[in-house]
T-cell receptor, first 114, second 114 residues
Framework: KQEVTQIPAALSVPEGENLVLNCSFT??????LQWFRQDPGKGLTSLLL?????REQTSGRLNASLDKSSGRSTLYIAASQPGDSATYLC?????????????FGQGTILTVHP | NAGVTQTPKFRILKIGQSMTLQCTQD?????MYWYRQDPGMGLKLIYY???????DKGEVPNGYNVSRSTTEDFPLRLELAAPSQTSVYFC?????????????FGPGTRLTVL
């Protein structure tokens, strides 16, 4: 059974810092991995999707990498801003007969203070 | 496009009551999913559908039922509400099953069972 773990559970940084969020998964046979952002009391916004054949994806100040063989993904946020404060979730799509079902980590709560 | 919409946004139920959570998507997506998110946790899959008339159980289906009579709609039914069903419910959809296809989420329904 696929299990997804996110470290750290919470992170507090001053504005302007570069930071890394970690996601690990137990079964490397994945189709893709998605990073989401969730603001308090809101839904999920997709940030980046990395296909299993890709090593990384970039969007603005965000860069996500994927190392399938070691079961790890990282989300790098450059020059953090208070508006980046949110919960960040990673989710893996196992492929095969999973029909696109996602297995989620518990999330990392990020606080960026001015 | 409105994307994925869910109603109601909030609901309080008494133990034993029933209700239907509505989910509609206007992107002509084939695959639809229901997840629940308990406080401080990631999302867990309840049910999913790969097309009209086809549904299957996810990780935590007990106490719920679904139907999919059209491509657009995927309602989730709670028959006898229990306090353990207090959670935030998210509906999601994706166009087709493939490594490049990300899932899009609705804003969620916050349900409290007292």
């Amino acid at each position: 059974k696929q299990e997804v773990t996110q470290i750290p559970a919470a992170l507090s940084v001053p504005e302007g810092e570069n930071l890394v969020l970690n996601c690990s998964f137990t079964d490397s046979a994945i189709y893709n991995l998605q990073w989401f952002r969730q603001d308090p009391g809101k839904g999920l916004t997709s940030l980046l999707l990395i296909q299993s054949s890709q090593r990384e994806q970039t969007s603005g100040r965000l860069n996500a990498s994927l190392d399938k063989s070691s079961g790890r993904s990282t989300l790098y946020i450059a020059a953090s801003q208070p508006g980046d404060s949110a919960t960040y979730l990673c989710a893996v799509n196992a492929g095969g007969t999973s029909y696109g079902k996602l297995t989620f980590g518990q999330g990392t709560i990020l606080t960026v203070h001015p | 496009n409105a994307g994925v919409t869910q109603t109601p946004k909030f609901r309080i139920l008494k133990i034993g009551q029933s209700m239907t959570l509505q989910c509609t998507q206007d992107m002509n997506h084939n695959y639809m999913y229901w997840y629940r998110q308990d406080p401080g946790m990631g999302l867990k899959l309840i049910y999913y559908s790969v097309g009209a008339g086809i549904t299957d159980k996810g990780e935590v289906p007990n106490g719920y039922n679904v139907s999919r009579s059209t491509t657009e709609d995927f309602p989730l039914r709670l028959e006898l509400a229990a306090p353990s069903q207090t959670s935030v419910y998210f509906c999601a959809s994706t166009l087709r099953y493939g490594a490049a296809n990300e899932q899009f989420f609705g804003p969620g329904t916050r349900l409290t069972v007292l």
